[in-house]
């Protein structure tokens, strides 16, 4: 029972996205790029998958192929038509399953058709069809409250699949649930796929999940971030039903890590992984909690110092956004180094791991004022001044220039929270002043 | 309850089916039908009653027989529900328009906020004479003009409550009315309204729950020679101080109570108890309001066909205008720049209308007053304003330390909440005779004996939200201050009082706005011939429109609503932020 493999010679695509770009606006400054000439190709009889971290655009280019909102640049065409607004044959599922509370199951299904006229009767049959397909028979006069939420995402799918459409559009359909009931949702998808008994013709799938990525879809594309970019174009060509543990299984999903944390050749050499350079560069929230957790583990038994990133992610329970992330601040802060899908202790990281608290805090300090530009600049702004105070407000502002309201406060933050923990800075939440250490004094 | 729900609402729909098969209906079904037959008799009794002519007042005024009083109460009650009605219908109209039209909520919203701010009754002086004039000898008139007071103290809360809930709708769910390309009508009656609902029908309940007071501050007006009373328990009790008949003030007071309770039971309960299947908290709460009556309703099994079938109704009503309206052809994209040339035409024209405005009012006041009579307004403004500030501070002092030991102790708050919200409906002014009596028996100093009068109905404010917030207070922090064994004061200090903020500010913003209103009626009392005064700007306004000198009132409403406006941006929105600020507990 394996999937049917996409002719893509010669035939018509059923979805067309050619040189898409997008913008945020941005009040006053320069937009924010979300998605950088994006071209990509859908044909009948495969399930596409969108796999990217966060920030990389891939919902925003899920909304731009359903019509739910115009590119800035390029287009769209479904079946050799423009798509100019929500378009016909189309059907999205939501990450947060997007019920209507006061309305029960079977009104909910048949929403979508009631909207497009179809007489009640015929609406009730079809709608009462797609529940039994999906597998919650009887519990058609239920509301969203009583059920749980796998049971929310069928009816999701059943609300998609009632109006018999030609493409399905998931946006992370899974991702809000737990890992066991995810599991099930999704080989019941697969299961109705292949035997045919969905009248959809393709499946485009977004997910920052790597193994769902390579478990469901015959097509990878990985996006990277900021902006949003296709830098792989990955065939899977294993049968269904996949197996985790196979081989050429572990052998594609290490090989998408590691396409992952590498360095665009597409970007240029001056952008690292973090978006901007020098204090304008966008951190993330990451907390020193993590960061030490991590090199702790890296540094025990089984790794030892040097781990394959999907092993790492399982054993330490995080998802790609969180690993990646601290990672990333890791390997800023030369504590690691990343590597093809590996992540390597280097002696510093192994001082750390092995330390005990102050000594962590002076390591971390003296790495953090060296290798983090922000931080130095705050400290020296702040020696600069007599009173050696300064409000937060004076950075914001200033990062505000290279980087959205939101990035700004989030990296200040960040970095004065790991200022904390190295106890270098100290922060005032009440007055929003930020000082050279020890708040006893102030 | 959620299973009660549940398995209530299958066996709706079980028994839709089986109505083919017995549709004898059962004794609940002969219950209910009983009440809304009364209901409808009682209806049309009260309309022919109110369309008798004016004369027909002097007539018949109103009598102090006891035995009037369960049709005078009636009447009563029509009114507040025709207030309502109207009330329901602006805010249906006027919400979406502030919501869907960046102009138009620029001009709605501000309004909204300064009309919730003008004292109720100060409306009141100009809107009887206005409807008299529209209705010359009938009594309809006047019944409009206690009507449309209602409806003053009712709308702009309602509005802002419906406005918000547009404005905050779930992103996801928008999505989804959009990707299945909805109808604007068919969008707005299956996402905009059923999300509004709670909101909506608790800012419903409330707003009826203040409006007893000004229905019965209505009924009996009088302004300059124009006196006005209405067959109702208003009048009834304006009659009995004329009269100085204080066992008719009594019967007043206990039906009065009557219809408090008949209606929180019969409407209030039910309603908010329904409107809970529209929370969008995916969680089943675990207080889910109760209502013997919602639930002796949905037992009754006719009446669950006919639900049935108006179900089906509305699902049509909802969705067939769809197929129209769904060939809208796009509307074509005005240019940006005609689209800022008409702002800038939009906001001259409101800058012109708000200086024409500004002007009329300062010249009519400006024709018979003078700077004397602006000082005197003021001063008896900041008067007022000293008075609500001491006594919310006293019904504070006495009412946190209640709410909070109600509040914890949920056997005891489950109790005590309904009674705290029945005090709130009920219409202080009906208890304000006794207390008269009591100042002109014993020759007490109306400044200060009167005040106590002004926070008598709006305490309850305080007590109920006060209950509400300690209920919530999450038992894991309580824990751990008992654990860590802190002390009284500094368990009030840095547990209790941060903890509840948000609630207490609540009821202080409540509760100081509806004194201000209570001002006007409470700052001048009368028992029969003696008239007792206090200083203040309510006493200024009511001794205006009993003389009749609609300048005065224009300048001591127009004084009145800069003080509740100011006192409002400078002292509760920084309240309010402050709790967001620091004081939320998630």
Same mark, same amino acid.
């Given at each position: 029972?394996?999937?049917?493999?996409?002719?893509?010679?010669?035939?018509?695509?059923?979805?067309?996205?050619?040189?898409?770009?997008?913008?945020?606006?941005?009040?006053?400054?320069?937009?924010?790029?979300?998605?950088?000439?994006?071209?990509?190709?859908?044909?009948?009889?495969?399930?596409?998958?969108?796999?990217?971290?966060?920030?990389?655009?891939?919902?925003?280019?899920?909304?731009?192929?359903?019509?739910?909102?115009?590119?800035?640049?390029?287009?769209?065409?479904?079946?050799?038509?423009?798509?100019?607004?929500?378009?016909?044959?189309?059907?999205?599922?939501?990450?947060?399953?997007?019920?209507?509370?006061?309305?029960?199951?079977?009104?909910?299904?048949?929403?979508?058709?009631?909207?497009?006229?179809?007489?009640?009767?015929?609406?009730?049959?079809?709608?009462?069809?797609?529940?039994?397909?999906?597998?919650?028979?009887?519990?058609?006069?239920?509301?969203?409250?009583?059920?749980?939420?796998?049971?929310?995402?069928?009816?999701?799918?059943?609300?998609?699949?009632?109006?018999?459409?030609?493409?399905?559009?998931?946006?992370?359909?899974?991702?809000?649930?737990?890992?066991?009931?995810?599991?099930?949702?999704?080989?019941?998808?697969?299961?109705?796929?292949?035997?045919?008994?969905?009248?959809?013709?393709?499946?485009?799938?977004?997910?920052?999940?790597?193994?769902?990525?390579?478990?469901?879809?015959?097509?990878?594309?990985?996006?990277?971030?900021?902006?949003?970019?296709?830098?792989?174009?990955?065939?899977?060509?294993?049968?269904?039903?996949?197996?985790?543990?196979?081989?050429?299984?572990?052998?594609?999903?290490?090989?998408?890590?590691?396409?992952?944390?590498?360095?665009?050749?597409?970007?240029?050499?001056?952008?690292?992984?973090?978006?901007?350079?020098?204090?304008?560069?966008?951190?993330?929230?990451?907390?020193?909690?993590?960061?030490?957790?991590?090199?702790?583990?890296?540094?025990?038994?089984?790794?030892?110092?040097?781990?394959?990133?999907?092993?790492?992610?399982?054993?330490?329970?995080?998802?790609?956004?969180?690993?990646?992330?601290?990672?990333?601040?890791?390997?800023?802060?030369?504590?690691?180094?990343?590597?093809?899908?590996?992540?390597?202790?280097?002696?510093?990281?192994?001082?750390?791991?092995?330390?005990?608290?102050?000594?962590?805090?002076?390591?971390?300090?003296?790495?953090?004022?060296?290798?983090?530009?922000?931080?130095?600049?705050?400290?020296?702004?702040?020696?600069?001044?007599?009173?050696?105070?300064?409000?937060?407000?004076?950075?914001?502002?200033?990062?505000?220039?290279?980087?959205?309201?939101?990035?700004?406060?989030?990296?200040?933050?960040?970095?004065?929270?790991?200022?904390?923990?190295?106890?270098?800075?100290?922060?005032?939440?009440?007055?929003?002043?930020?000082?050279?250490?020890?708040?006893?004094?102030? | 309850?959620?299973?009660?729900?549940?398995?209530?609402?299958?066996?709706?729909?079980?028994?839709?089916?089986?109505?083919?098969?017995?549709?004898?209906?059962?004794?609940?079904?002969?219950?209910?039908?009983?009440?809304?037959?009364?209901?409808?008799?009682?209806?049309?009794?009260?309309?022919?009653?109110?369309?008798?002519?004016?004369?027909?007042?002097?007539?018949?005024?109103?009598?102090?027989?006891?035995?009037?009083?369960?049709?005078?109460?009636?009447?009563?009650?029509?009114?507040?529900?025709?207030?309502?009605?109207?009330?329901?219908?602006?805010?249906?109209?006027?919400?979406?328009?502030?919501?869907?039209?960046?102009?138009?909520?620029?001009?709605?919203?501000?309004?909204?906020?300064?009309?919730?701010?003008?004292?109720?009754?100060?409306?009141?002086?100009?809107?009887?004479?206005?409807?008299?004039?529209?209705?010359?000898?009938?009594?309809?008139?006047?019944?409009?003009?206690?009507?449309?007071?209602?409806?003053?103290?009712?709308?702009?809360?309602?509005?802002?409550?419906?406005?918000?809930?547009?404005?905050?709708?779930?992103?996801?769910?928008?999505?989804?009315?959009?990707?299945?390309?909805?109808?604007?009508?068919?969008?707005?009656?299956?996402?905009?309204?059923?999300?509004?609902?709670?909101?909506?029908?608790?800012?419903?309940?409330?707003?009826?729950?203040?409006? &007893?007071?000004?229905?019965?501050?209505?009924?009996?007006?009088?302004?300059?020679?124009?006196?006005?009373?209405?067959?109702?328990?208003?009048?009834?009790?304006?009659?009995?101080?004329?009269?100085?008949?204080?066992?008719?003030?009594?019967?007043?007071?206990?039906?009065?109570?009557?219809?408090?309770?008949?209606?929180?039971?019969?409407?209030?309960?039910?309603?908010?108890?329904?409107?809970?299947?529209?929370?969008?908290?995916?969680?089943?709460?675990?207080?889910?309001?109760?209502?013997?009556?919602?639930?002796?309703?949905?037992?009754?099994?006719?009446?669950?066909?006919?639900?049935?079938?108006?179900?089906?109704?509305?699902?049509?009503?909802?969705?067939?205008?769809?197929?129209?309206?769904?060939?809208?052809?796009?509307?074509?994209?005005?240019?940006?720049?005609?689209?800022?040339?008409?702002?800038?035409? &939009?906001?001259?024209?409101?800058?012109?209308?708000?200086?024409?405005?500004?002007?009329?009012?300062?010249?009519?006041?400006?024709?018979?007053?003078?700077?004397?009579?602006?000082?005197?307004?003021?001063?008896?403004?900041?008067?007022?304003?000293?008075?609500?500030?001491?006594?919310?501070?006293?019904?504070?002092?006495?009412?946190?330390?209640?709410?909070?030991?109600?509040?914890?102790?949920?056997?005891?708050?489950?109790?005590?909440?309904?009674?705290?919200?029945?005090?709130?409906?009920?219409?202080?002014?009906?208890?304000?005779?006794?207390?008269?009596?009591?100042?002109?028996?014993?020759?007490?100093?109306?400044?200060?004996?009167?005040?106590?009068?002004?926070?008598?109905?709006?305490?309850?404010?305080?007590?109920?939200?006060?209950?509400?917030?300690?209920?919530?207070?999450?038992?894991?922090?309580?824990?751990?201050?008992?654990?860590?064994?802190?002390?009284?004061?500094?368990?009030?200090?840095?547990?209790?009082?941060?903890?509840?903020?948000?609630?207490?500010?609540?009821?202080?913003?409540?509760?100081?706005?509806?004194?201000?209103?209570?001002?006007?009626?409470?700052?001048?009392?009368?028992?029969?011939?003696?008239?007792?005064?206090?200083?203040?700007?309510?006493?200024?306004?009511?001794?205006?429109?009993?003389?009749?000198?609609?300048?005065?009132?224009?300048?001591?409403?127009?004084?009145?609503?800069?003080?509740?406006?100011?006192?409002?941006?400078?002292?509760?929105?920084?309240?309010?932020?402050?709790?967001?600020?620091?004081?939320?507990?998630?």
């Amino acid at each position: 029972m394996g999937a049917v493999a996409a002719r893509t010679d010669g035939r018509q695509a059923l979805v067309s996205v050619k040189h898409v770009r997008h913008f945020y606006k941005r009040g006053t400054s320069s937009n924010l790029l979300v998605l950088d000439n994006v071209d990509l190709s859908l044909y009948d009889n495969e399930i596409v998958a969108l796999l990217g971290r966060s920030g990389s655009g891939k919902s925003t280019l899920l909304r731009i192929v359903s019509g739910l909102m115009p590119p800035s640049e390029g287009q769209v065409d479904i079946d050799g038509h423009v798509v100019k607004g929500p378009a016909d044959g189309l059907a999205m599922v939501f990450q947060s399953f997007a019920l209507f509370p006061w309305l029960t199951v079977l009104e909910n299904v048949e929403l979508g058709l009631q909207a497009q006229g179809v007489p009640p009767e015929e609406r009730r049959k079809r709608a009462l069809g797609a529940i039994d397909l999906i597998g919650l028979d009887g519990f058609e006069t239920a509301y969203p409250k009583e059920l749980s939420g796998g049971m929310r995402q069928r009816v999701g799918l059943a609300r998609a699949l009632v109006v018999n459409p030609k493409l399905l559009l998931m946006d992370e359909p899974f991702s809000a649930l737990d890992v066991l009931t995810a599991e099930t949702l999704r080989t019941d998808l697969l299961d109705l796929w292949c035997e045919g008994r969905m009248p959809i013709r393709a499946i485009l799938l977004v997910t920052h999940n790597i193994e769902e990525a390579v478990l469901m879809s015959d097509r990878i594309l990985v996006f990277s971030s900021n902006p949003g970019r296709v830098i792989a174009e990955i065939k899977v060509g294993l049968p269904q039903p996949r197996n985790r543990v196979d081989p050429a299984f572990r052998a594609l999903v290490d090989d998408i890590y590691a396409r992952m944390t590498a360095k665009s050749t597409a970007t240029p050499a001056k952008e690292g992984l973090f978006p901007g350079t020098g204090i304008s560069m966008s951190l993330p929230q990451v907390s020193t909690n993590t960061l030490a957790g991590l090199l702790e583990t890296l540094a025990e038994p089984p790794f030892n110092g040097k781990a394959d990133l999907p092993l790492l992610a399982e054993r330490t329970q995080m998802d790609v956004d969180e690993l990646f992330h601290a990672a990333e601040t890791l390997q800023l802060l030369r504590f690691v180094e990343l590597a093809e899908g590996d992540l390597k202790l280097n002696d510093a990281g192994r001082r750390f791991a092995g330390a005990g608290t102050d000594e962590r805090k002076a390591l971390f300090a003296q790495h953090l004022m060296t290798y983090v530009p922000l931080a130095a600049h705050i400290k020296h702004i702040l020696e600069e001044r007599s009173s050696h105070r300064a409000p937060i407000i004076r950075f914001q502002d200033e990062l505000e220039d290279s980087m959205t309201e939101a990035d700004a406060e989030t990296t200040l933050h960040t970095v004065i929270n790991w200022a904390r923990y190295a106890e270098v800075l100290a922060f005032d939440g009440e007055t929003g002043m930020i000082s050279l250490d020890n708040p006893a004094e102030n | 309850m959620t299973m009660a729900t549940s398995s209530a609402g299958s066996r709706r729909i079980a028994t839709i089916s089986a109505t083919v098969k017995s549709a004898w209906p059962n004794r609940y079904d002969v219950i209910v039908f009983l009440a809304i037959g009364a209901l409808f008799v009682a209806m049309a009794h009260g309309a022919k009653l109110m369309h008798k002519p004016l004369a027909g007042l002097e007539v018949n005024p109103v009598s102090l027989d006891p035995r009037n009083l369960p049709q005078y109460a009636l009447l009563t009650t029509l009114r507040m529900f025709a207030a309502l009605g109207f009330s329901l219908l602006f805010t249906f109209l006027v919400a979406p328009l502030a919501a869907k039209s960046k102009k138009a909520e620029r001009v709605i919203i501000p309004a909204l906020d300064i009309l919730q701010s003008v004292p109720v009754l100060g409306f009141l002086t100009f809107t009887v004479v206005f409807f008299m004039n529209l209705f010359p000898g009938s009594q309809l008139g006047a019944e409009l003009a206690a009507i449309f007071a209602i409806f003053t103290s009712q709308a702009w809360n309602m509005t802002f409550s419906f406005y918000q809930s547009l404005k905050t709708i779930p992103r996801d769910l928008e999505e989804v009315t959009s990707h299945f390309r909805l109808s604007p009508w068919m969008r707005f009656w299956k996402l905009e309204a059923p999300f509004a609902t709670p909101g909506l029908v608790w800012n419903m309940m409330m707003s009826m729950s203040g409006g &007893w007071f000004f229905v019965v501050a209505s009924e009996a007006i009088s302004v300059g020679d124009t006196k006005i009373t209405l067959p109702g328990i208003g009048a009834y009790l304006s009659v009995a101080i004329d009269q100085k008949n204080i066992g008719a003030v009594g019967w007043a007071v206990a039906a009065m109570a009557v219809v408090i309770a008949l209606y929180d039971q019969l409407l209030f309960r039910p309603v908010v108890a329904w409107a809970d299947k529209f929370r969008v908290e995916l969680v089943a709460a675990q207080a889910t309001p109760e209502s013997w009556v919602l639930d002796l309703i949905k037992r009754a099994r006719f009446l669950s066909a006919i639900s049935g079938f108006l179900d089906r109704l509305l699902q049509a009503f909802s969705g067939n205008v769809a197929n129209l309206s769904k060939q809208i052809p796009e509307t074509p994209a005005v240019s940006s720049r005609a689209n800022r040339i008409f702002d800038w035409v &939009w906001n001259i024209a409101l800058l012109v209308l708000a200086v024409w405005a500004a002007w009329s009012v300062i010249s009519y006041i400006h024709a018979t007053l003078g700077w004397p009579d602006l000082a005197e307004a003021v001063t008896g403004g900041f008067i007022t304003f000293f008075r609500v500030v001491i006594l919310i501070i006293v019904a504070s002092l006495i009412w946190v330390p209640i709410g909070v030991y109600v509040g914890l102790r949920p056997a005891l708050a489950e109790r005590v909440q309904p009674v705290a919200q029945f005090l709130a409906a009920f219409p202080a002014n009906v208890l304000f005779p006794f207390v008269v009596v009591g100042i002109a028996t014993y020759h007490l100093n109306p400044d200060i004996w009167l005040s106590p009068l002004i926070v008598l109905g709006t305490q309850w404010y305080i007590l109920f939200n006060v209950i509400a917030g300690a209920s919530v207070f999450p038992s894991d922090l309580s824990e751990a201050s008992t654990l860590y064994r802190v002390k009284r004061w500094q368990w009030w200090r840095k547990v209790m009082l941060p903890g509840i903020f948000p609630y207490y500010v609540t009821g202080a913003l409540t509760a100081s706005g509806g004194s201000w209103n209570a001002s006007i009626v409470a700052e001048v009392a009368s028992w029969g011939d003696t008239k007792l005064e206090a200083h203040g700007l309510g006493a200024y306004i009511a001794k205006a429109t009993n003389d009749g000198d609609f300048h005065r009132v224009v300048l001591g409403v127009g004084v009145m609503s800069v003080f509740v406006v100011t006192v409002n941006r400078a002292l509760w929105r920084r309240l309010y932020a402050l709790a967001d600020r620091r004081l939320r507990l998630d």
